[in-house]
């Protein structure tokens, strides 16, 4: 005997809609990358906003402070204790900046440099994986499409 107010089972689940979403799309590719990232980078006791900043550092050394928040689009106070935690870490220094009296230059430090260097060859390795179906052209084709909405 069946139950008229039972609704039916889902078989397959239909994704259409979603997929059709650029923000899924992102959001879905993000996790995978995102995963991998946390794995490989536990080894550092790095999370993606330290990496960025020490990445960020390593290419520009004596960046400040306010240059990271704006180039991150991170708070203030959030990078405070970022920046400290780093420091107490001996992966960066604080420097007086050549041409600004107020602002303070961050820079790395040989143990900063060398982390950063396995960092980034890590990371470059799972962004290949991550990216292993695209090919070449393909993959500078999202970059810039990527870049486009953010940028």
Known sequence: ??????????????????????????????LVI???FLKHM???????????????IAHNQGITSRQLCATL????P???GMVN?????ELITRRPHPHDARAVGLHLTPTGKKLVRQAE????????DATARLSA?????????LRKIYA
């Open 137 to 145: 052209a393909e993959r500078r084709t999202l970059m810039q499409l």
């Open 78 to 80: 959030n990078l405070v």
């Open 42 to 56: 536990a080894v550092h006791e790095l999370r993606l906003v330290d990496f960025s900043v020490l990445s960020l």
């Open 85 to 89: 935690t780093l420091e107490k870490r």
């Open 1 to 30: 005997m069946s139950d008229k107010n039972t609704e039916p089972a889902v078989d397959k689940v239909d994704t259409s809609y979603l997929e059709g979403l650029v923000g899924y799309n992102a959001r879905r590719a993000t």
């Open 73 to 76: 689009n991170i708070q203030p």
């Open 34 to 36: 995102a995963e991998s």
């Open 121 to 128: 060859q890590t990371v470059t390795q799972l962004e290949d």
